[in-house]
């Protein structure tokens, strides 16, 4: 029987046969823990990460006491909106590292589209 690590890697490599950033249009990834969510804007091109947000950095703490982890993920992804559109980047293809497209990860994606970012 897999484990569920092992599941997620096989539904990962699966997604990344498909997905790859460009400098047009770079990969947005995301990886979740227990107690935190991080994401990062990848030119797979040049190897580069253009932009990244976390429920780490010292400003998001501020604005992140209290919430609960979903509403947490939203904020992060409107952080990474908008750290993007500063870059110039508009358009990027997502990539939920072999998450299921539900809870966080969808709250993250919800958010980076409230922010501005298309994909």
Known sequence: MKTKVEKR???????????SGSTERPRLTVFRSLT???VQVVDDATQKTLASAS??????KGELGGLKKKAQA???????????????????????????????????????????LQF
């Not at 890697?9 to 997905?19: L, P, W």
């Open 55 to 60: 429920t780490l950095e010292k400003e998001m």
């Open 74 to 116: 939203e904020k992060i992804g409107e952080a990474i909106a908008k750290k993007c559109i500063a870059a110039g980047i508009d358009k990027v293809v997502f990539d939920r590292n072999g998450y299921l497209y539900h809870g966080r990860v969808s709250a993250l994606a919800d958010g980076a589209r409230k922010g501005g």
């Open 36 to 38: 935190h969510i991080y």
């Open 9 to 19: 890697d096989k539904r990962k490599a699966s997604i990344r046969k498909r997905v």
